[in-house]
């Protein structure tokens, strides 16, 4: 079985972003955001390292999160975090 190592990496990057958030902000929420996130990107590169035509859960996580961090970047226009966010 060959593993989604990108896939797991960006999960990693979510959830870290959220602990990050939460670590300089004290922002609950960043911190429950990028832990869901997160832990739906890395099933999700689990599920597609199992069968890699079975996309389905990182792309509607990615998309979700790309989408979320969008709005937040169109409302700002501070570039972090929402240009990252999309970056996968």
Do not use: C, H
Request: aromatic share 12%; proline share 3%.
């Amino acid at each position: 079985m060959e593993y989604d190592w990108l896939g797991f990496g960006y999960a990693a990057l979510v959830a870290a972003g959220g602990v990050v958030g939460y670590a300089k902000a004290g922002s609950t929420p960043s911190l429950a955001a990028g832990l869901l996130f997160g832990g739906l990107a890395g099933l999700g590169a689990y599920q597609q390292s199992k069968d890699p035509k079975n996309v389905w859960l990182s792309l509607v996580a990615s998309g979700t999160l790309s989408a979320v961090m969008g709005m937040r970047f169109y409302n700002s226009r501070k570039a972090m975090p929402g240009i990252i966010a999309g970056a996968r």
